[in-house]
């Protein structure tokens, strides 16, 4: 599984981004940065997430760096899977 591209495609689904996750790259800054990320959208991420990938977040296992960019946020969801 390429978690990277899986991230995108969640990203892109949730944030009803239109295929502009295509040209995220894993330093693009997200929280911030993507107008469409705001507080709710963060709740429906982590929702997608977990659905996706068969985890369970924690409300202490995450705060906003995991959201930091594609890097963050795909390591924060390789962490989870153990990978």
Do not use: Y
């Not at 502009?20 to 469409?36: C, D, K, M, N, Q």
């Amino acid at each position: 599984m390429d978690i990277h591209n899986e991230v995108l495609a969640i990203l892109d689904e949730v944030l009803c981004l239109k295929g502009r996750s295509r040209s995220f790259t894993r330093e693009t800054a997200l929280l911030g940065a993507v107008p469409e990320l705001d507080s709710m959208a963060v709740v429906a991420l982590i929702t997608s997430m977990e659905e996706r990938f068969g985890f369970i977040v924690e409300d202490d296992e995450i705060d906003g760096s995991a959201f930091a960019t594609v890097k963050t946020l795909a390591d924060f969801v390789q962490g989870k899977l153990g990978a």
